[in-house]
């Protein structure tokens, strides 16, 4: 069974512009949750989509947004980067009938922003 | 206070020795504990995962919960250089997993060899 597959796996952008990332959830998972992980910060906690719909967000401006699609596969936005936006983006997958907090995570875009 | 406190290490020990890794919470509400591993360069992966208070073992691997103390505990045995990595622990307080986990920073373990 194929994992958590995220696109790209690095990128370099500049002050300003915008970024989409990309994660294609384990086959059958219906969640997809998003986290940033910093070295100050750890990781935290972005968003959660269930079945294209957004459950819950975390404490990030709204720069940041997310969709998923019918698929199960979602992408992350982030417009007007800034340096500090300059993290390992992960995203996790997990199946509704799985246990509470049992996630699945890709290997991350490591977003570096000049 | 930060949610959940963990120490960062990085943490040195010879091969075979006992680990004990730990972290401290402040959110009583938190009922679902969970240690992940992160290798460098890599996704975290599920090590133990907790339900409310006790023990659970697996292998090498021994994760305790005492939720009167705030304090979750990670033990690992005999340990091994492929044990080498970041240990984060994690947890929540829902039961569908909607409100995502709350992560300790991590602390970085190094066994040598």
């Known amino acids: 069974k194929a994992g958590v597959t995220q696109t790209p796996r690095y990128l370099i952008k500049t002050r300003g512009q915008q970024v989409t990332l990309s994660c294609s959830p384990i086959?059958?998972?219906?969640?997809v949750s998003w986290y940033q992980q910093t070295p100050g910060q750890g990781l935290q906690f972005l968003f959660e989509?269930?079945?294209?719909?957004?459950?819950n967000k975390g404490n990030f401006p709204g720069r940041f947004s997310g969709r998923q699609f019918s698929n199960s596969r979602s992408e992350m936005n982030v417009s007007t980067l800034e340096l500090g936006d300059s993290a390992l983006y992960l995203c996790?997958?997990?199946?509704?009938?799985?246990?509470?907090?049992?996630?699945?995570f890709g290997e991350g875009s490591r977003l570096t922003v000049l | 206070q930060k949610e959940v406190e963990q120490d960062p290490g990085p943490l040195s020990v010879p091969e075979g020795a006992i680990v004990s890794l730990n972290c401290t919470y402040s959110?009583?509400?938190?009922?679902?504990f969970m240690w992940y591993r992160q290798y460098s360069r890599k996704g975290p992966e599920l090590l133990m995962y907790?339900?409310?208070?006790g023990n659970k073992e697996d292998g090498r691997f021994t994760a305790q919960v005492d939720k009167s103390s705030k304090y979750i505990s990670l033990f690992i045995r005999d340990s091994q250089p492929s044990d080498s990595a970041t240990y984060l622990c994690?947890?929540?307080?829902?039961?569908?997993?909607?409100?995502?986990?709350?992560f300790g920073k991590g602390t970085h373990l190094i066994i040598q060899p």
């Open positions: 996790a997958s997990s199946s509704w009938q799985g246990r509470t907090g049992e996630l699945f």
């Open positions: 086959s059958g998972h219906r969640s």
């Open positions: 989509y269930f079945s294209e719909t957004q459950r």
């Open positions: 959110n009583s509400a938190f009922q679902y």
């Open positions: 907790t339900y409310s208070s």
């Open positions: 994690a947890m929540s307080d829902s039961g569908g997993g909607a409100d995502g986990l709350t």
